[in-house]
């Protein structure tokens, strides 16, 4: 864990300096949030059209990355630019956006303060997902851990599903868990 938490460190310092606004989501926000699952890498969402930008940062810093035009990975750090979900012939758009940059949270993570997604934007995200052990996931079991143990902005949480484009799909599934917006 501690390797992870130095390129942590490496990447927000890169990010921070260099003026890119971005956000701890994934499995890692979840933790913060919800179950306590050891965290395996860290998902970051950084502004959209900015990971060339990030990749030559790291070049230039003297990092090899890997780089597919969609992610970059580099060691158990991965950054992304758009969380979009298609699925069953629907877009779900998800970016850094304005409101998620509001909503954003400063947390203790690895030993450093970090932004954070809102528990909203990842129980959006994660519910919309609803994978399982099945996928070799943990999103439906994050969702509800997060709901256990986080106060939640019903307000946001709707406006958020609302920009997802998912009002119908996610209202069920958080009626089944018994959260009503």
Not at 46 to 66: E, H
Not at 76 to 93: A, E, M, N, S, W
Not at 155 to 177: G, P, Q
């Amino acid at each position: 864990m501690s390797l992870i938490a130095g390129n942590l460190a490496v990447v927000q310092r890169l990010l921070t300096t260099n003026g890119m606004p971005w956000a701890v989501f994934g499995g890692a926000a979840a933790y913060l949030y919800g179950p306590r699952r050891p965290i395996q890498d860290v998902d970051l969402l950084i502004a959209r059209g900015k990971l060339p930008t990030v990749v030559a940062l790291l070049k230039a810093d003297g990092k090899a990355v890997q780089f597919d035009g969609q992610r970059i990975l580099w060691r158990g750090i991965k950054l992304v630019d758009d969380l979009t979900v298609r699925q069953d012939g629907h877009i779900h758009p998800l970016q850094l956006d304005q409101p998620m940059q509001q909503h954003l949270r400063q947390m203790p993570l690895l030993g450093a303060q970090i932004a954070v997604a809102s528990p909203e934007d990842v129980i959006a995200h994660k519910l919309l997902l609803n994978r399982g052990a099945a996928e070799g996931k943990h999103d439906y079991e994050d969702v509800v851990g997060i709901i256990r143990r986080q106060t939640l902005d019903h307000a946001y949480l709707t406006t958020r599903i609302r920009l997802l484009n998912a009002e119908t799909l996610l209202r069920e599934r958080l009626a089944a868990l018994e959260i009503l917006i």
